[in-house]
């Protein structure tokens, strides 16, 4: 697969330093994908108590991940891995050293521009950058940094949850340099991935079609045309999804969806999307404002208490 993407003859030097912005469920899905993969990871957020839950959450999966890759030797997995990963609430130290910076922070450009501009002057001059924004233009947000920066950053793009997902989307900006291209795509094959070259556009490729699809499956619900366990059903058994759209909803967490198709409004009013994908869907807007987030506010489009 490794040729398959390389668009250039030098091959890309491996990424040994990487540090992860965000101790969220993708921060912290990343930083065990690639401290599982051999990479020396530092993992950075503001806050000590979300590193403290991001290494609780670390440690439980890698225990799952344990019992079928290492049946015999549970803990050496787990603490081999572990080995590989330090944490951090100094963004500045984080950086220092490292071949490449993902940011898994939340879904707002001001705070992602803001700590990438302080990174662009801590980092190495060759350190590359990548957003996993989900909702954002790459681009928009490489706005903050130096222009020699701008060139050595991209997007990817990693789907929840991290650790089980094999897809990676790999986001070139108009601004984003071959060397830099390729040493993402070189690191996505590093971690066991599989990469897609996308395009800085709205949703790149899975969002731009799963995100419509979601809520047109809310849309559906709202005529009353099929009851929710009938459309998962249907989904799952007729086009052979993992899971129908409102147990996706509902594992992803309905406030996330609901912002996304928010956060694309200014990009359908530039013409970067259709104005009707990203109208209003009012039994969505409902449940957010009620709290029913999904699973993990107890109750979405099924109930879990
Ligand atoms: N860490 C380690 N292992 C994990 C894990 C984790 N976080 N999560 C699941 N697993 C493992 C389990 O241990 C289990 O392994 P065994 O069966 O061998 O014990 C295996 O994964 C399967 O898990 P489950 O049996 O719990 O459930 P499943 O078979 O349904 O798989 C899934 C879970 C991988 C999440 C699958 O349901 C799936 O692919 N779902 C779709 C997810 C998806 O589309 N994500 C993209 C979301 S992006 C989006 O939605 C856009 C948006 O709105 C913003």
Redesign the pocket.
């Known amino acids: 697969t490794l040729t398959r993407h390389l668009s250039s003859t030098t091959a890309p030097r491996d990424v040994r330093r990487l540090a992860v912005f965000g101790a969220g469920s993708m921060g912290s899905?990343i930083a065990q994908v690639a401290a599982t993969g051999g990479i020396k990871v530092t993992m950075a957020d503001v806050r000590e108590d979300a590193l403290e839950r991001g290494m609780e959450g670390i440690k439980k999966?890698l225990a799952?991940?344990a019992k079928?890759q290492s049946p015999d030797d549970i803990d050496g997995f787990v603490q081999r891995v572990l080995a590989n990963i330090e944490t951090t609430t100094n963004g500045e130290q984080a950086v220092a050293d490292v071949d490449l910076v993902i940011e898994a922070v939340i879904e707002h450009l001001p705070l992602k521009q803001e700590l990438f501009a302080r990174l662009d002057k801590a980092a190495r001059p060759d350190t590359i950058f990548a957003s996993n924004t989900?909702s954002l233009l790459v681009q928009d947000i490489a706005q903050s940094v130096s222009p020699e920066r701008r060139a050595l950053f991209g997007g990817l793009h990693f789907?929840?949850?991290a650790?089980?997902?094999k897809l990676v989307e790999v986001v070139r900006t108009p601004q984003t340099n071959d060397e830099a291209y390729n040493l993402l795509l070189h690191f996505v094959d590093q971690i066991g991935k599989v990469g897609v070259k996308a395009k800085d556009v709205p949703g790149f490729i899975?969002?731009r079609l799963?995100?419509p699809y979601?809520l047109e499956a809310v849309r559906m619900l709202e005529r009353g045309d099929a009851s929710a366990e009938d459309i998962d059903i249907a989904m799952k058994l007729g086009a052979g999804y993992?899971?129908g759209p409102f147990e996706?909803f509902d594992?992803?967490g309905n406030d996330?969806?609901e912002f996304?198709s928010q956060a694309w409004v200014p990009y359908a009013d530039k013409g970067l999307l259709p104005k009707e994908l990203v109208k209003p869907v009012p039994m969505l807007t409902k449940m957010v404002a009620e709290g029913k987030l999904g699973r993990k506010s107890g109750a979405g489009f099924y109930d879990y208490s």
């Open positions: 899905g999966s799952r991940v079928k989900s789907f929840n949850p650790v089980m997902m899975v969002n799963l995100v979601k993992p899971m996706l594992y992803v996330v969806t996304v």
